[in-house]
């Protein structure tokens, strides 16, 4: 069977734990944790884990309206 989202996501999360646990560098893990936690949270859980472009485009396309909102541009 091929790896989820649902599977990767949970292998990442204890990767971000145990980073945390051992006292290392856990930016990276702590990121991608929730990248494929917002993706669950969207449905994508049963999908190939390339799938998280979605949740991460939707994000861009989310902070380009916040900054022409701020900049009252279009």
Do not use: H, M, Q, Y
Not at 18 to 28: H, M, P, V, W
Request: no cysteine; aromatic share 4%; glycine share 8%.
């Amino acid at each position: 069977a091929e790896a989820t989202i649902r599977i990767i996501s949970s292998d990442v999360g204890l990767l971000a734990e145990t980073s945390r646990d051992l006292g290392i560098g856990a930016e990276f893990p702590d990121f991608a944790a929730g990248v494929f936690r917002r993706a669950r949270n969207a449905g994508l859980s049963a999908e190939e884990p390339s799938a998280v472009i979605k949740v991460l485009r939707e994000a861009a396309a989310e902070k380009s309206i916040e900054r022409t909102e701020a900049t009252g541009s279009l």
